[in-house]
């Protein structure tokens, strides 16, 4: 099973990127998926989830508004569209899974698979 994050990058602050994860070795449609970011010298952040169908999604608060998360779930990937890009959001980007209900809360410790993380640099 591999998640591979891509489409990190360096980016003036304002400005927006896309980045994309994809699922190996699995059907991603049975899993919830999500977004975390890490920055140095930082705990784990929640970033943004989406619901096995597409359907539902929620966002930490530091980035609802400006993010947006979605999946294609033919094509085994989930994406997060980020835009107004701050010097904040730097940090590096992981995508990951899990297979809890619908209204679980996400958390970093209940995810069974992650990517290796994609780096996001915003110059402000």
């Known amino acids: 099973v591999q998640l591979q994050a891509s489409g990190g990058g360096l980016v003036q602050a304002g400005g927006s990127l896309r980045l994309s994860c994809v699922l190996s070795?699995?059907?991603?449609?049975?899993?919830?998926m999500g977004w975390f970011r890490q920055a140095p010298g930082k705990e784990r952040e929640f970033v943004a989830a989406?619901?096995?169908?597409?359907?539902?999604?929620w966002y930490g608060d530091s980035v609802r508004g400006r993010f947006t998360i979605s999946r294609d779930n033919a094509k085994n990937t989930v994406y997060l569209q980020m835009n107004t890009l701050i010097a904040d959001d730097t940090g590096i980007y992981y995508c990951?899974?899990?297979?809890?209900?619908?209204?679980?809360?996400?958390?970093?410790?209940?995810?069974?698979?992650w990517g290796d993380g994609t780096q996001v640099t915003v110059s402000s």
């Open positions: 989406i619901q096995r169908g597409g359907t539902g999604t």
């Open positions: 990951a899974a899990d297979q809890l209900i619908a209204g679980a809360t996400m958390t970093a410790e209940g995810m069974i698979f």
């Open positions: 070795g699995r059907t991603l449609r049975n899993y919830r």
